[in-house]
């Protein structure tokens, strides 16, 4: 099973700034199966990202993801009011479970 | 416009079985799998598996083999969550969500709005 481990835990920024989480995953993710999800508080998660890079339809183009292999990276630019929730990274690689990382709270600061 | 309805809140006592449900629409049912993600009060998400409709070809997670049974009905476009006996530690939001990508190799596009399910005694 492919652990996924995303830093910060916290992250505490102003409307306007720039966030960048980071999932790291404890095997290489092959063809970049990789996948974001944002959920705000009493709702059901939503898709930001998959193929590590491709937005979902809908989403704003402030929102980008990158990495390859082990390493990948969630940027946030311009940081809206409604951006403040938990991010969770996702993996499905490799064969099931497809793992999630814990999640970064992403705080108004 | 794709849509996942689950069914409403439970509270249940430890033993009791329970089967919740997600009901797709908007898009050809069979075509897509469909996965449970299970949510500890105040934690993170936790994979649990998923069906193909079509088939019933269904995969665990190792953390939940044997703990749930996933069905599903294609007939009304409906999958299922399946407790034979509920813990305490059964407690949680479970979404359903649709899978979109290759095979196993699939993220979740599309989510249900969650069943809350409460084990008490």
């Known amino acids: 099973e492919i652990v996924l481990t995303q830093s910060p835990g916290t992250l505490s920024l102003s409307p306007g700034e720039r966030a960048t989480l980071s999932c790291r995953t404890s095997q290489s993710v092959s063809s970049r199966y990789l996948a974001w999800y944002q959920q705000k508080p009493g709702q059901a998660p939503r898709l930001l990202i998959y193929?590590?890079?491709s937005r979902a339809t809908g989403i704003p183009d402030r929102f980008s993801g990158s990495g390859s292999g082990t390493d990948f990276t969630l940027t946030i630019t311009r940081l809206e009011p409604e951006d403040f929730a938990v991010y969770y990274c996702?993996?499905?690689?490799?064969?099931?479970?497809?793992?999630f990382g814990q999640g970064t709270k992403l705080e108004i600061k | 416009e794709v849509q996942l309805v689950q069914s409403g809140a439970e509270v249940k006592k430890p033993g009791n079985s329970l089967k919740i449900s997600c009901k797709g629409s908007g898009y050809k049912f069979t075509s897509h799998y469909i996965g449970w993600v299970r949510q500890m009060p105040g934690k993170g998400l936790e994979w649990m598996g998923f069906?193909?409709?079509?088939?019933?070809?269904?995969t665990y997670s190792p953390s939940f083999q044997g703990q749930v049974t996933i069905l599903v009905d294609k007939s009304i476009s409906t999958a299922y969550l399946q407790w034979s006996s509920l813990k305490a530690s059964d407690t949680a939001m479970y979404y359903c969500?649709?899978?979109?990508?290759?095979?196993?190799?699939?993220?979740?596009?599309?989510w249900g709005q969650g069943t809350l399910v409460t084990v008490s005694s």
């Open positions: 969500a649709r899978l979109l990508g290759a095979g196993h190799h699939a993220f979740f596009d599309y």
């Open positions: 069906i193909y409709p079509d088939d019933s070809d269904t």
């Open positions: 193929g590590a890079s």
């Open positions: 996702q993996q499905y690689g490799s064969s099931p479970p497809h793992t």
